[in-house]
C-alpha cells in the first residue's frame, strides 16, 4: 500500500509539516513555512520528500526508480 502523506521537516529552521505528495510527479522543490528556505532534494535523492520526508515518494515505496534515477 502506497503511502501519500509524509511529514517534511526542514534542515534549517526544524519546521515540520505534513503535505500530500503526488503520485505522477517528482517535487524537486519546496518553501519552508518556517523559514521561507527554498529546500531542494539531496545529492542522490529524487525529490524533497525523499530527502526532507519520513516517508519516501509513492514511486519508491513501490520499489520503483523515480524520475530517471537508477
Known sequence: MITRQSTLT???CGTARTETMP???CQFFYDCTGCGVVLRPRPGDCCVFCSYG????????AGESC????
Open 23 to 25: 503520485l505522477d510527479a
Open 67 to 70: 524520475c530517471g534515477q537508477t
Open 54 to 61: 519520513d516517508v519516501p515518494c509513492p514511486p519508491v515505496q
Open 10 to 12: 526542514c534542515p534549517h
